[in-house]
């Protein structure tokens, strides 16, 4: 039962370099999500996908793209990393909207 | 637009004593829905509850409750006989009707001394 999956786990980029964040869910859920943790902060959403096709902003979008081309994947690309990016991203899903979210295990991301 | 607020920002208890989490939330919805989230020091969030704006009654599972109380837009969450293992960080979650995104607060960190 793996539930919600990301990699990597870890990253260490460089300012300038670009990477793709990968998340897929085996539960089809409809609804996906992207977090970003701060250190000592709540999560703040980057953005979401209510299908796949359909992807819109969530709260902090600026230097994040992601597509949802299946119901299963939800990637997440990080052009020209600054060091701002340096965070904890989570994915998560929920079947519908309002219910609970599934969290995948979280990338640390360092940019350096 | 919705806000969270956990004045909270750690909190530290002895083992078996009670600890009572804060919760306050804005929104401009009728229609919302709540939640609780934990993240152990292992960093996964997991699930705790989920409560609708129109339902105010206490919950209450095994050492944890939660008081919603939207006279106060205040959702509570209180763990009874605190252990060890209840030490985490504690998200106060609002979820909007519209696309069921949910806005975090900043969390609450709780440790438990033994």
């Known amino acids: 039962n793996a539930g919600v999956t990301q990699t990597p786990k870890f990253r260490i980029l460089k300012i300038g370099q670009s990477m793709t964040l990968q998340c897929t869910q085996d539960?089809?859920?409809?609804?996906m999500y992207w977090y970003r943790q701060d250190p000592g902060m709540g999560l703040k959403l980057i953005y979401y996908?209510?299908?796949?096709?359909?992807?819109d902003k969530g709260e902090v979008p600026n230097g994040y793209n992601v597509s949802r081309s299946t119901t299963e994947d939800f990637p997440l690309r990080l052009e020209l990393a600054a060091p701002s990016q340096t965070s904890v991203y989570f994915c998560?899903?929920?079947?519908?909207?309002?219910?609970?979210?599934?969290f995948g295990s979280g990338t640390q991301l360092s940019v350096l | 637009a919705q806000k969270v607020t956990q004045a909270q920002t750690e909190i530290s208890v002895v083992e078996k004593e009670d600890v009572t989490l804060d919760c306050v939330y804005e929104?401009?919805?009728?229609?919302?829905?709540l939640f609780w989230y934990k993240q152990p020091p292992s960093g996964e969030l997991v699930f705790l509850i989920r409560?609708?704006?129109?339902?105010?009654q206490n919950e209450i599972s095994g050492r944890y409750s939660w008081n919603f109380q939207k006279s106060t837009s205040s959702f509570n969450f209180t763990i009874t006989a605190s252990q060890v293992v209840d030490s985490a960080v504690y998200f106060c979650?609002?979820?909007?009707?519209?696309?069921?995104?949910?806005?975090f607060g900043d969390g609450t960190t709780l440790t438990v001394k033994p």
């Open positions: 998560a899903s929920s079947w519908v909207k309002n219910e609970k979210l599934f």
């Open positions: 539960m089809n859920h409809n609804y």
């Open positions: 996908s209510v299908g796949a096709g359909i992807t």
């Open positions: 929104t401009r919805d009728t229609t919302y829905y």
């Open positions: 409560r609708n704006s129109f339902d105010e």
């Open positions: 979650a609002l979820s909007d009707t519209n696309a069921g995104k949910s806005t």
